[in-house]
Nanobody
Framework: QVQLVESGGGLVQAGGSLRLSCAAS????????MAWFRQAPGKEREIAAA????????YYVDSVKGRFIISRDNTKNTVYLQMNSLKPEDTAVYYC?????????????????WGQGTQVTVSS
């Protein structure tokens, strides 16, 4: 059974930092692409960042470029999202997702497995 378990969310002031983690089990982690999606209240889910199976290729949505860093440790079956210079508009539930094809996709429908989400709240 595949499980993706996020952690690291919380409440932070604008300008602060948080590091999200997503621990995966039940899949061949070193062959899947991973992504962080987010969904704010009343808004559609959007991709924040993604990383291919090896970590060599990453993608960031324009609104987080230069502030967020996605990384992975295939020895620990874990993907991370380092979030710096946080803004109130980053407030959302953040979900990690796995794509068995191993390649980055911006489309949520391409991802096979999803975590339960972790809340990130940025106060102004």
């Amino acid at each position: 059974q595949v499980q993706l378990v996020e952690s690291g969310g919380g409440l932070v002031q604008a300008g602060g930092s948080l590091r999200l983690s997503c621990a995966a089990s039940g899949l061949m982690f070193n062959s899947v692409a991973m992504a962080w999606f987010r969904q704010a209240p009343g808004k559609e889910r959007e991709i924040a960042a993604a990383i291919n199976w090896s970590g060599a290729t990453t993608y960031y949505v324009d609104s987080v470029k230069g502030r967020f860093i996605i990384s992975r440790d295939n020895t620990k079956n874990t993907v991370y999202l380092q979030m710096n210079s946080l803004k109130p508009e980053d407030t959302a539930v953040y979900y990690c997702a796995a794509d068995g094809r191993g390649r980055i996709s911006q489309e949520g429908r391409r991802y096979d497995y999803w975590g339960q989400g972790t809340q990130v709240t940025v106060s102004s």
